[in-house]
């Protein structure tokens, strides 16, 4: 059985990442060069967190994204 906090975590980032990914979207239709700046960097990093879960932490047999 997978750990529930490692579940509650790449469940936090899937919404985080997906919310984003929104907020840039919008940015970049709105022609907000700092504000899609900001959100590029943010989704990079919550990106750098989910492969390091992936990588240390996740099961080898399940993903949960």
Request: avoid cysteine; proline fraction near 0%; hydrophobic fraction near 35%.
């Amino acid at each position: 059985m997978a750990n529930d906090y490692a579940v509650a975590i790449h469940n936090f980032l899937s919404d985080k990442i997906a919310a984003t990914e929104k907020y840039l979207t919008d940015a970049e239709q709105k022609n907000d060069s700092a504000s899609a700046r900001y959100y590029a960097g943010q989704l990079k990093e919550l990106n750098n967190i989910r492969q390091y879960m992936v990588a240390k932490i996740d099961l080898k047999t399940q993903k949960y994204y």
